[in-house]
């Protein structure tokens, strides 16, 4: 069975640009989360997405959206990006809701300058 | 916010010792996982015990949970130098069971 595979690996943004992050998820693994993590932190929960749909969101600003597709495949949106947003994404699969624990990605480290 | 906190933040070791870390958390939780993290890359989800169980074992890992005290801890038997790594604890809240984390604890294990 495949893993989570997240791209890119690194991408460096001007801030106020947009970047899209994407999310393979875990095959027969319908919920996927994404997590924020700066140097020296924990992640810290952006949202979740199950069978397509919003599944809760934590505390972060409209700018940050996602989408999930058919195939359970996600992506991540960030709008007019900030300095403050250079940290390391991780994109987190599970079957139904997480409560089995979660596959994470090796993440996408994006630097905003 | 972090809600978990794990303690302590740094820990050394030498190979074969046990590593104990521990983690302390807020609010009421559906579960408690540890993951670990290799220099700054994806997590590797270790265990997970749910809110009604005390005690639960994987290979050479035991993890306890005390809901009472809102705290757990995750021993590592007979350590190895490739155990060297971060160690997060994080709490499933919610009906999204999203994860909360602590700031982890960095484990340095010396051969």
């Known amino acids: 069975e495949t893993g989570v595979t997240q791209s890119p690996t690194h991408l460096i943004k001007t801030r106020g640009q947009q970047v899209t992050l994407r999310c393979s998820s875990q095959?027969?693994?319908?919920?996927v989360s994404w997590y924020q993590q700066a140097l020296g932190q924990g992640p810290q929960f952006i949202f979740q997405?199950?069978?397509?749909?919003?599944?809760g969101r934590g505390n972060f600003p409209p700018r940050f959206s996602g989408l999930q597709f058919p195939n359970y495949s996600s992506e991540l949106n960030v709008n007019a990006l900030e300095l403050d947003d250079s940290a390391l994404y991780l994109c987190a699969s599970s079957p139904e809701g997480g409560g089995y624990g979660y596959t994470f990605g090796s993440g996408t480290r994006l630097t905003v300058v | 916010s972090q809600q978990g906190e794990e303690d302590p933040q740094a820990l050394s070791i030498q190979e074969g010792e046990n590593a104990t870390m521990n983690c302390s958390y807020k609010t009421s939780i559906n579960n408690l996982q540890w993951y670990r993290q290799n220099s700054g890359r994806g997590l590797v989800h270790l265990i997970l015990?749910?809110?009604?169980?005390r005690e639960k074992h994987s290979g050479r890992l035991r993890v306890t949970l005390d809901t009472s005290k809102k705290s757990s801890s995750l021993l590592i038997t007979a350590s190895r130098a490739a155990d060297t790594a971060s160690y997060f604890c994080?709490?499933?809240?919610?009906?999204?069971?999203?994860?909360?984390f602590g700031k982890g604890t960095k484990l340095t294990v010396n051969p």
């Open positions: 095959s027969g693994h319908n919920t």
């Open positions: 994080a709490t499933a809240q919610g009906g999204s069971e999203k994860l909360v």
């Open positions: 015990i749910r809110s009604n169980e």
């Open positions: 997405y199950y069978r397509e749909e919003e599944n």
